[in-house]
Each structure stands twice: as structure tokens, then as C-alpha cells.
């Protein structure tokens, strides 16, 4: 979230791919960087963990032969591992090289924060949106 240009210090909802209020991504497993289940990002997110995915058999393995396995539980960080079908905030650059490699998985453009945008072209976005009518 973002504080208003008021400087009132109110805060202004954070916003998705499509100028919308972002809404959540997963709660079950419970996602995000700040694993509140939202795709919503600050400075601090370095990775931009902004892209909302639902994940694949052949993505999870793209990612785990690129070095960052997801699909292995990490107990020791409640991490309890992906599975085909479940939703994850995955960082913007990740997807854009899985994209690249023709390995991306679908994404979730109302869950997506708009920082996405920084690193992805919303056209290759929309293109492997689930959630376009």
C-alpha cells in the first residue's frame, strides 16, 4: 500500500495490472511478501514478489531446475511447498523469464500488483490471464 500524496498519511489501497483495488491472491497456502495473501509489494520486496500465479506441474519444475524450488516444503519457514493448482505471489522477473522459456504459468491480473508492470508487459499478462472475460 501507498500513503496519499495528501500527506495525511492515510493510506490508498494498492492497486493490480488493471488500475483496479488489488484483491488477494492466496490464503491457503498463505502468500505474498508480507504473507498476508496479497501480492503487494514496497522497497523492501526486492524480488517484487507481484506476479499472482496458479501454479503448474512444468513451471514448479522450471523453477526448481532454475533454483528456487517451490515445490519442497520448508517446515522451518512454514513454507509447506506448492502443489499444480495452488496460487503464489511469484517475483515479477521469475515469471518474465519463465515466459521467455515458454514454461510461464497463468496469472491472476486482479490479484497482480501493478509493480508487475515494472519487469512484464501487461499484453504478455493478459495473454495468459485466467481471469479476463
Excluded at 6 to 25: A, D, E, I
Amino acid at each position: 500500500m501507498f500513503k496519499d500524496e495528501t500527506g495525511g498519511g492515510r493510506r490508498r489501497p494498492s492497486r493490480n495490472v488493471l488500475g483496479q483495488t488489488l484483491q488477494p491472491c492466496s490464503l491457503d497456502p498463505v502468500t505474498g511478501f508480507y504473507r498476508n495473501g496479497c501480492c503487494d509489494t514496497t522497497a523492501e520486496d526486492i524480488g517484487s514478489h507481484t506476479v499472482c500465479i496458479v501454479a503448474t506441474e512444468d513451471f514448479l519444475a522450471f523453477s526448481k531446475a532454475r533454483g528456487n524450488d517451490l515445490s519442497t516444503p520448508a517446515p522451518e519457514y512454514g513454507f509447506p511447498g506448492l502443489r499444480p493448482g495452488d496460487r503464489w505471489c511469484l517475483c515479477a522477473p521469475r515469471w518474465q523469464e519463465a515466459f521467455e522459456a515458454g514454461k510461464m504459468p497463468r496469472v491472476v491480473l486482479q490479484a497482480t500488483h501493478e509493480g508487475a508492470l515494472d519487469y512484464c508487459d501487461l499484453a504478455d499478462l493478459k495473454r495468459y490471464a485466467m481471469d479476463l472475460s
